[in-house]
């Protein structure tokens, strides 16, 4: 298929409908509204169901209904608006039902700012409803990445019976980029013999959310958690960049990653021997990489739009939190080349 130019936020409306989905529950929120916008022309053509909630909370408990049928099905919102979904989210993790959810960051807390962010980090990595559980969680750094990620969750999401998390931030849902789309099934996922069908005659099925005895509950989370273990296994993503003859590694995501990029190229030319091991899978986070590399890489520099959430990770995956240094920018800023270039040259031992 020709490369098309979209704009990012429509891009992964489209990536959704190749994939498969033909539900989508959101509600509008800036800077994602034109993912909904899209979905609202584009669903009814394929067949597909479109529904502007009247809130966040009723969206993703129609994505819990949809999911629960065993249908292929996708919400969207930003910060303030996935922060309202997450009870339903663990609801919905809980039932080990398989869903999409995009969040295109903005800058936080509360409210915030309408500009670019990547504050949610924890939310979605650590958890924002209570309990025991986990959701697959995807970082792309452009709009082509957005679209495969997109395409990839649906498979995962199936493939494990779980959420599938998309966090990118306001920049990669507003810019436009050439994309392309191709879809390919992923093999072994399992048919959905567990989707309620409603009364009739075949075999009823029931899927549970509330468990009263303490053992049987304990049992349950164990089994989710063998789930979990092989997402950990099978699942962890990352990108090497110019890691090879590397002495030190950024570490870094989404927009943010873009930047640092950029400065390494110029840091390259200064002398310095620089490269960047780049998370594509936040949960599971890529400790094989961090293995790999064990021993080889003097310091880690973690940069981040975000007051440093990320950090306490890489340094869990470094094994020595006093390798790992930080720089981020907060409240809607995105960090400059020229800043990145003095952080990691403050880092590595000034001007060669």
């Not at 584009?42 to 169901?49: A, N, Q, R």
């Not at 919905?92 to 903005?106: E, T, W």
């Not at 990445?145 to 998390?165: C, Q, R, S």
């Not at 899978?281 to 890529?286: C, K, S, V």
Request: aromatic share 10%.
């Amino acid at each position: 298929m020709a490369k098309v130019l979209m704009k990012g936020n429509e891009a992964v409306g489209k990536a959704a409908i190749e994939a498969g989905c033909r539900y989508f529950f959101g509600y509008p929120i800036t800077p994602q509204s034109e993912v909904p916008e899209y979905l609202s022309n584009e669903l009814p053509k394929v067949g597909g169901t479109f529904v502007q909630a009247e809130s966040e909370v009723a969206a993703i408990n129609m994505v819990y209904g949809a999911a629960a049928a065993g249908a292929r099905v996708l919400t969207s919102s930003s910060s303030p608006g996935i922060a309202l979904k997450q009870e339903g989210l663990g609801y919905i993790a809980n039932a080990s039902l398989p869903a999409v959810i995009i969040n295109m960051m903005r800058g936080g807390p509360g409210l915030g700012t309408i500009q670019p962010g990547q504050a949610d980090y924890n939310m979605a990595v650590k958890g924002g409803s209570n309990g025991d559980y986990h959701t697959v969680v995807l970082a792309p750094a452009s709009v082509q990445e957005a679209v495969n990620m997109v395409m990839e969750a649906f498979d995962i999401a199936d493939m494990y019976g779980t959420p599938v998390v998309i966090l990118a931030d306001g920049l990669i849902g507003q810019m436009m980029e050439p994309v392309e789309f191709n879809y390919v099934r992923r093999e072994g996922i399992p048919e959905k013999t567990w989707a309620l069908t409603g009364k009739g005659d075949g075999e009823r099925h029931n899927i549970k959310n509330l468990v009263i005895d303490p053992d049987d509950c304990e049992a349950w989370n164990h089994e989710h958690f063998e789930t979990y273990e092989k997402i950990v296994a099978n699942e962890q993503d990352w990108e090497e960049y110019l890691l090879d003859d590397a002495e030190y590694a950024f570490v870094s995501y989404g927009t943010a990653s873009r930047v640092v990029r950029t400065a390494i190229g110029y840091l390259r030319e200064a002398g310095f021997k620089v490269g960047m091991l780049r998370p594509k899978t936040l949960w599971p986070f890529p400790q094989k990489a961090f293995d790999k590399w064990d021993g080889k890489l003097k310091k880690y520099m973690d940069v981040e739009m975000s007051m440093g959430q990320m950090m306490p990770d890489v340094a869990y995956a470094c094994n020595d939190k006093n390798k790992v240094e930080f720089y981020g920018r907060t409240g809607g800023n995105v960090p400059s080349v020229d800043e990145i270039v003095e952080f990691g040259k403050k880092v590595m031992g000034g001007d060669k």
